[in-house]
């Protein structure tokens, strides 16, 4: 059996649960809260980084964090009707590289607006969450670039690098707007659209009085 220790609202938690949902791979849920001392501990006995999500496959003897993995690990061991990494080495790197822009550059540079708005007064980072806009908007430019036309993040098929991107886009767009890019605007379309995009974000709504910027009114 797969357990996957996570949080619904978490944006990397969700890039797993996609990956989980389009090929139905049974798994269980384990909820943390990372406000709750027990369950960081838990968290912390699995990943001393202390960051979700974590894959158990008990069967396996197997315990995985880091996202990019995960999903990897699910390709070879728990495969289904969406190969989520292709099997042409060429298309995988370029699969690879789209996940890695969506985390490094776009999920991470939202991870640092958003922590800045819970520093005390006085010592919030302007600077640094500066640089993290700038990186947003020269991220998207690249995606702007790259993502196929009525298709998806590294080419014609659903990857790893839309698992990637639709909670990255989901969030930063709330920080930074991508609406000056209309590939990529029609490209989250294509993703919201997508079912196991729909259900984590379903999943995620009852938790975003969390979130401490305002929300898109179209996110209503
Ligand atoms: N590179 C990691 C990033 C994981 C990550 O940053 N997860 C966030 C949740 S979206 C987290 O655990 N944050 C808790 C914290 O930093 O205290 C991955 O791909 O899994």
């Known amino acids: 059996m797969l357990h996957l220790y996570y949080h619904p609202f978490a944006a990397f938690c969700q890039k797993a649960l996609i990956a989980l949902y389009e090929n139905d791979v049974p798994h269980e849920k384990r909820l943390i809260d990372l406000t ?93 969450v ?17 993502v196929s036309p009525g298709g998806w993040a590294a080419g ?20 930074v707007p991508f609406a000056a890019f209309p590939k990529i605007v029609a490209y989250y379309a294509r993703l919201m659209a997508r079912p196991s995009v729909a259900r984590v974000v379903e999943e995620a709504r009852p938790h975003r009085h969390l979130f401490p910027l305002p929300w898109p009114p179209e996110y209503d």
């Open 36 to 128: 709750d001392a027990d369950d960081c501990a838990r968290l912390e006995a699995l990943w001393p980084m202390i960051k979700f999500p974590v894959l158990v496959d008990d069967t396996r003897g197997v315990t995985l964090p880091e996202t990019s993995v995960i999903i990897e690990y699910l390709q070879l061991h728990h495969p289904g009707s969406t190969p989520l990494i292709p099997q042409d080495a060429d298309a995988a790197i370029r699969v690879r590289l789209l996940d890695r822009v969506f985390d490094n550059y776009i999920s991470l540079s939202l991870t640092k607006i958003v922590v800045d708005t819970f520093r005390p007064a006085g010592q919030e980072d302007a600077i640094g």
């Open 130 to 146: 500066a640089q993290a806009r700038e990186t947003i908007v020269r991220a998207y430019g690249f995606v702007e670039e790259n």
């Open 156 to 175: 014609e098929a659903f990857s790893l690098a839309d698992c990637a991107a639709a909670p990255a886009l989901f969030y930063a767009n709330t920080a």
